[in-house]
């Protein structure tokens, strides 16, 4: 008898509540076995739309949630009791389950029977995704509070969904994206144990659900190893820290979202090829093998997906599940020596790591030190260097760069998803419809105890479930925490990582020509890197930042999570001489205006703009009109090429 | 105006003055203009840096508290700097950070991630950060940051510089600062340390940052008063406030404030400090620029001080050392420029 298939996900979600809705109901309708919500970046980071943050971002790279109005129109005709809802939602993971819980008991569903994942995974938001909202310790604390209360209410929930996904897109190594991955679990488990209102008897049950969300590259035989070494490791981890004994508790139960880091710009068609191959190395091992598979878009470095290219994905998966023998044979891989060598390896290496780690006082520790952030940064660096030199083969890239072209990308605009602008006024002025309609001193009292339950170790479950009730905002709820936990910065990593030793002669010859410019203008080339809005995925300007000082520039590198106000005001007062930024969220069209507007405005009409990002080829060219020097997107990965015309910008300009 | 180095109507007498004003006035891309004049190596840029610094000091009262942060690397020296900045802007009080890291020693740039963590509001007309990379200098401190500071002193209340590290020849602070608080951490053994390496004569003010915890901050704090009390005892240092801080949490920071306040109070030779310290600058853009050579040509550093503390009524620092490097260069009978090499920076 064959196998269950595993649950097929899109992650999907955008502009509206009820857009998304739809756009739910026909994929289920298309065959799709669970959802799997995106939610907008303000949403994520805990503003509400209407906070200048969000300018730009709402309903783009998701669905925006504001409160509860949002949710119903979210779920509407779903039947909550009946499905299995994974929801990426990290820093403000307790407000949208206290929404979603919110939900259920309004519709007079049994909490104890819903289903799904909140991901409610904070590490990696701190090392590669950056949509965190308040400090590590705090921010342990909510993941354990959703544990507590799930464990003991929810049961069949996933409370938290430990990532080495975004580790992989950070330029993790497979070694690093289980040892790292591994920390966070532990690092979760023991904050949910020195709780101390766990009781004992349930910690078996509390290790059994944790689960993980996990990435898969090219390399499929490797990565399909690396999936049989993480289950090994883990029951490792659950038999020897933890003492749990029943095997089933003790199972290694992940989710995947293949690789998009690997995706190209250029030859875009062979990037379905790529996520089928990807999609291999989480099925063909049936001891190793997903619970759940979403797959990216083979679009997804030119823009947003379409329905159409999220339902091609959907089909491949369907297409291996339904018409292959897949299924039908049990592990193929066992006894294998080859496959157990190159298993065990991983297992060796992953676990002195593990040790390292641990040393080093465990996940949040390596976070806060920027120990970890350092290692990805570095491992990053080297990937794009290998791509670069040509020592690691891209198709289309560079190799058999010469084709045909592509009837797919014929009409590059109409090749994405475009949201529509008047999205976000829309979501404005419906919140402030909602806050003028609800009772505001039951808002206010909620709010009230949020605060007060923040200030003690109490679980925050309860009062935020309150607060849902009340009408209270994502951007409330956010920001009342805020001001008991303060906000954080992670560390950038940056500072203090190396790169490669060896050098070519092109980046000896950007060196030779910046100091020449530097002899012209008196002082060394300045340069500000930084990203504007809520989109967190800073590995593209980290690498931009430590490629131009090893090319001699001065790097003001400014981070994420920036308003074109700070932008600005950051260039007059550094006096640099180029201001570089990353977009990747789609947002560039509302934030580059605006910050180009206010370079004018402080004098700044001199300074070149130069942007990067997943930008189509039609904004590029209105960005250019409007005063950007130079625009760049995931096919300019030669990053020597890249700095040399960045240094001819400053010669220009330097008359 | 090309902001991208000295235009030419910075190179005069009018452009100076105009600049002089605005930056006395506090306003932002004046500030900024003179900041990048200061960095400026040329050596007409030069010259006006001496022009300005002149006119600053004419138009401005002195009354800057000038405070140097040196520490250890990794002890949270910029995270400390923001928040003491903003518990002095609470107070109402305007503040320059000059933050300076260090150059890379194989390319000569850098990266300058202090300013991610600072957090202003960037529409706050009275708070200035500027980042500052070493460029290959000893000591911690920018070629540029004496400069950068008096400019900075001009326009606010406050001047918070904030060193890449402390190392045995790190003195420089104490030239650009009317206060040196030393950072460490907990438990780290780098007092004993600096005690051995003399370094313990630098601070007016200890800080034990990261003090997140009541237990760890007491312990830490009562460890270094007893190792300063056994230094004291040796000669070798002076009693000095001690002071837990966590920047992160927020604590111990209106302490500080205050602890800034009183040796600043307390400090009857500020006047004499400061002029110290302006002599000791003069001689090490001097030294830079002629080397031993051109110190001992001159007379030797006891004669090069008299001389360069009998001009400091009447001019600043780079004027006083342009004029001595017409001297040297008389001197050994040379008359063209000083050679390139020793203008340009050299990463170690």
Redesign the interface.
């Known amino acids: 008898m064959a196998d269950r298939p595993w649950i097929m996900r899109t992650y999907a979600g955008h502009s509206t509540a009820a857009a998304s809705n739809e756009l739910y109901r026909s994929n289920l309708a298309r065959g799709q076995t669970g959802l799997s919500v995106a939610f907008d970046l303000p949403t994520q980071t805990g503003y509400d739309a209407d906070h200048p943050l969000s300018r730009g971002e709402v309903g783009k790279v998701g669905v925006p949630i504001s409160h509860l109005g949002d949710m119903r129109a979210l779920f509407e005709g779903l039947p909550l009791e009946e499905m299995n809802t994974s929801m990426t939602i990290n820093a403000t993971a307790m407000w949208l389950l206290a929404l979603y819980i919110a939900l259920a008991e309004e519709r007079g569903d049994d909490i104890s029977k819903l289903r799904g994942t909140v991901q409610n995974d904070i590490v990696k938001e701190y090392l590669s995704r950056g949509t965190y909202a308040f400090?590590p310790n705090p921010s342990v604390r909510l993941i354990t509070d959703v544990i507590a209360f799930t464990t003991e209410k929810v049961p069949k929930w996933n409370p938290t969904n430990v990532c080495s996904y975004h580790l992989q897109e950070a330029g993790a190594t497979p070694v690093q994206e289980l040892a790292y991955a591994l920390v966070t679990a532990i690092g979760v488990l023991d904050a949910a144990k020195a709780r101390g209102d766990i009781p004992e008897e349930r910690f078996p049950k509390v290790v059994g659900r944790i689960s993980f969300f996990v990435n898969a590259g090219i390399r499929f035989v490797e990565e399909m190893c690396k999936l049989r070494a993480f289950t090994e490791l883990w029951d490792r981890v659950c038999r020897e820290r933890y003492g749990v004994e029943e095997p089933k508790l003790r199972r290694f139960r992940y989710g995947i979202q293949v690789n998009s880091l690997g995706l190209t710009e250029q030859q875009p068609e062979n990037n379905i090829i790529r996520i089928v191959l990807e999609m291999l190395a989480v099925t063909l091992s049936k001891d190793a093998r997903a619970r759940a598979i979403q797959l990216p878009a083979w679009n997804e470095a030119l823009g947003l997906p379409r329905p159409w290219d999220q339902q091609w994905s959907l089909r491949a998966q369907q297409i291996l599940a339904f018409e292959t023998d897949l299924l039908s044979n049990a592990d193929l891989f066992n006894g294998s020596a080859v496959i157990e060598a190159k298993t065990q390896a991983l297992i060796d290496e992953a676990w002195t790591e593990v040790e390292r780690v641990l040393e080093k006082g465990g996940a949040v520790a390596a976070v806060e030190s920027g120990y970890v952030k350092q290692a990805l940064v570095e491992s990053n660096a080297a990937r794009l260097r290998r791509i670069e030199s040509g020592e690691q083969v891209v198709v289309g890239v560079n190799r058999y760069e010469e084709g045909v072209p592509s009837p797919l990308v014929a009409d590059l605009d109409e090749a994405i998803m475009r949201v529509d602008p008047k999205v976000e006024q829309a979501q404005i002025e419906a919140l402030k419809d909602w806050r003028a309609g609800r009772d505001q001193d039951a808002v206010d009292a909620a709010l009230k105890t949020l605060k007060e339950v923040a200030g003690t170790d109490a679980n925050l479950m309860d009062a935020s479930i309150a607060c849902a009730k009340a009408g209270v905002t994502t951007g409330e709820w956010a920001g009342t925490l805020r001001e008991v936990f303060?906000?954080y910065?992670a560390p950038?990593g940056?500072?203090g990582a190396q790169v490669s030793r060896s050098e070519g002669d092109a980046v000896q010859q950007v060196?030779q020509r910046l100091?020449a410019v530097a002899e012209?203008?008196?002082?060394?080339p300045k340069m500000l890197v930084?990203k504007p809005g809520l989109d967190g995925h800073s590995n593209g300007a980290e690498q931009i930042?430590?490629k131009?000082?090893?090319?001699?520039?001065?790097?003001?590198?400014?981070?994420i999570r920036l308003?074109p106000?700070?932008i600005?005001?950051?260039a007059?007062?550094?006096?640099v001489?180029l201001i570089g930024l990353s977009v990747l969220s789609g947002s560039h069209l509302e934030l580059v205006p605006d910050v180009l507007k206010r370079m004018d405005e402080?004098?700044?009409r001199?300074?070149p703009l130069v942007v990067g990002g997943i930008i189509p080829d039609a904004d590029a060219e209105r960005l250019r009109e409007q005063g950007v020097a130079r625009v760049y997107t995931p096919k300019h990965f030669a990053l020597d090429t890249l700095m040399g015309e960045l240094v001819e910008l400053?010669a220009e300009?330097?008359? | 105006m090309k902001r991208s180095g000295a235009s030419t109507d910075l190179l005069n007498a009018e452009g100076i003055a105009a600049l002089a004003s605005g930056v006395l006035a506090g306003r932002k891309a004046s500030v900024a203009t003179a900041l990048n004049l200061v960095e400026d190596r040329r050596e007409g840029s030069r010259r006006a840096v001496g022009a300005l610094l002149r006119a600053l000091r004419d138009g401005f009262a002195g009354s800057c508290h000038r405070v140097g942060l040196t520490g250890p690397p990794g002890v949270g020296k910029s995270t400390l700097a923001a928040a003491l900045a903003r518990t002095l802007r609470e107070r109402g009080r305007s503040v320059g950070v000059v933050a300076v890291d260090p150059s890379s020693v194989r390319s000569g740039g850098s990266l300058l991630g202090d300013r991610a963590r600072m957090g202003f509001d960037p529409g706050d007309e009275k708070v200035f950060v500027r980042s500052l990379a070493t460029a290959g200098e000893a000591g911690g401190l920018s070629w540029a940051a004496p400069a950068a500071a008096q400019v900075l002193a001009a326009a606010y209340e406050v001047v918070l510089l904030e060193t890449t590290g402390v190392g045995q020849t790190e003195t420089d602070i104490r030239h650009v600062a009317d206060t040196v608080v030393l950072v460490v951490q907990p438990g780290s053994g780098d007092v004993l340390q600096f005690l051995k390496a003399g370094i313990m004569e630098i601070p007016d003010l200890l800080v034990v940052n990261k003090a997140d915890t009541g237990a760890l901050a007491e312990r830490a704090t009562s460890d270094l008063r007893s190792a300063l009390a056994s230094t004291q005892a040796a000669g070798l240092g002076e009693a000095m406030p001690i002071l837990a801080t966590s920047a992160t949490e927020g604590r111990g920071l209106d302490a500080l404030a205050d602890a800034l306040d009183a040796h600043r109070a307390a400090d009857e030779n500020l006047a004499t400090r400061r002029r110290r310290g302006a002599v000791a600058w003069t001689l090490q853009l001097f030294r830079r620029l002629h080397g031993r050579h051109g110190v001992e040509t001159l007379g030797g550093d006891t004669a090069l001080e008299a001389a360069i503390d009998g001009e400091l009524d009447a001019e600043a620092p780079p004027t006083i050392c342009a004029h001595l490097s017409e001297r040297y260069l008389a001197a050994v009978g040379r008359r063209e420029s000083p050679p390139a090499t020793a203008t340009k920076e050299t990463p170690r």
């Open positions: 400090p303060g906000e910065r950038t940056v500072g060196r100091e012209t203008l008196g002082r060394r930084g930042a430590l131009a000082r090893d090319v001699g520039f001065d790097v003001v590198y400014e981070g308003t106000e700070q600005v005001a950051s007059l007062e550094e006096g001489h402080a004098g700044l001199d300074v400053v300009r330097a008359g």
